[in-house]
């Protein structure tokens, strides 16, 4: 869970995650979103994403990933998507996680996303993320156009009171392209935002 300070509020985004299984098969389930406060009636959540997958091991730190997903966005359609994809530790130890989604109508989403652990001391832990996404048809109901739609990239930096407890600081920075960009400057939106943030990480 992390605050983020927007010029037009406070967002607040979760990003959780659970499973259960042993080494080799796993259920593997997931919530993410953002809700907005202090931005008059515009307050409240402006995005959800919840996935289910079945998660079997291939080779050593390496799954693959067969499962479904549904989106939700006030005053847009909700989206079902089946998904298949691979996760795992990469050379140098970089986590990849790659995954391709097949929804409704004939649309299509690829979503790569890479991170990387830099530990100046065993507690004190600084995370570059990045994300990027595309779209292999438009769907102008929720404002998303054909090819890459948006990348977003992460500094967090944790401090590990405990392995399983974590309050870290950090900068997120996120921008639209193509169609994507173009329907949001005809809503008026904003098509990049950078903000500071803060929150907290724990597993259990």
Do not use: C
Request: proline share 3%.
């Amino acid at each position: 869970m992390e605050a983020r300070d927007l010029d037009i509020g406070t967002q607040f985004a979760w990003d959780l995650s659970a499973w259960y299984g042993g080494d080799i098969d796993k259920l593997y389930f997931a919530t993410e979103g953002d809700y907005l406060t202090g931005a008059g009636e515009d307050n409240g959540t402006e995005r959800a994403e919840t996935r289910i997958a079945w998660s079997r091991a291939f080779a050593p730190f390496w799954d693959w990933q067969l499962g479904a997903r549904r989106d939700w966005k006030p005053d847009h359609p909700n989206r079902d998507w089946g998904s298949i994809g691979v996760q795992g530790l990469a050379p140098y130890r970089f986590e990849m996680d790659a995954t391709l989604f097949i929804g409704e109508a004939g649309l299509s989403q690829l979503r790569l996303a890479a991170e990387y652990e830099l530990l100046f001391t065993q507690r004190l832990i600084l995370t570059p993320r990045l994300e990027a996404n595309a779209y292999g048809k438009e769907d102008t109901r929720n404002g998303i156009g054909t090819g890459l739609t948006t990348l977003e990239g992460g500094l967090r930096l944790r401090y590990e009171i405990r392995r399983r407890f974590a309050p870290y600081i950090g900068v997120n920075w996120e921008r639209q392209y193509g169609d994507t960009a173009d329907f949001s400057r005809a809503a008026g939106e904003d098509i990049q935002t950078t903000s500071l943030v803060a929150g907290i990480r724990a597993w259990y």
